[in-house]
């Protein structure tokens, strides 16, 4: 093993932008901290900002923000709402928002996968904010679903790692190597 420097992400994650309304218009921004806290029986995720994000503004005031997995073909959008700040730029049509129950939190008509979260709790670290939310609807492409099951493939989620400091990148995924909760019983029927 080798012992890498503090600001390493030695594995990917996905990344995500989140919506919210800030002064009646749609504001993004970009999260590589970002995840799935619990499935079931309801669904809650987090995302970590910095604190000086314009979007904390519009989550904290709103009570509501949406949840957008972009794909590879949403790259260069993903990146450039994270690059500039929604307190000198206006963001709201850089996408085509849309809106599901709560007229609070735009989605985004390009990316595959959009989520509308309830925020049900604020943490605060040094420098960071992690906003926890409840999904209450999800929104999936119809041509990213396959007799009811998700195609990852063609969701194709845009993934991020930190190579370093100031050093990140963009990945694809890959293809399915094995099945979740199967796997594992191979060696539990030897044991």
């Not at 590589?32 to 970590?48: A, D, H, K, T």
């Not at 994000?53 to 990146?79: C, L």
């Not at 999800?138 to 396959?146: A, D, G, H, Q």
Request: with cysteine.
């Amino acid at each position: 093993m080798v012992k890498v420097k503090t600001g390493t992400l030695p594995f990917p994650v996905p990344i995500c932008i989140a919506g919210t309304m800030i002064n009646g218009k749609a504001n993004y921004a970009t999260y590589g901290s970002f995840g799935l806290l619990s499935p079931r029986p309801e669904m809650y995720i987090y995302i970590g900002s910095q604190e000086s994000r314009h979007t904390n503004t519009g989550i904290k005031e709103n009570g509501y923000f949406s949840v957008n997995i972009p794909s590879e073909e949403q790259m260069q959008k993903t990146d450039y709402v994270g690059l500039v700040s929604g307190h000198n730029t206006d963001k709201s049509t850089i996408f085509n928002s849309f809106f599901g129950s709560v007229d609070k939190a735009p989605m985004i008509k390009e990316c595959p996968v959009n989520m509308l979260c309830k925020l049900v709790k604020t943490a605060d670290l040094p420098n960071r904010e992690i906003f926890f939310g409840e999904v209450l609807e999800s929104y999936v492409n119809k041509e990213c679903i396959n007799n009811g099951i998700l195609n990852f493939e063609k969701i194709n989620p845009l993934l991020f790692t930190m190579n370093g400091p100031g050093n990140a990148s963009y990945w694809k995924l890959g293809n399915i190597v094995g099945d979740a909760y199967k796997e594992g019983k191979t060696i539990l029927k030897t044991k």
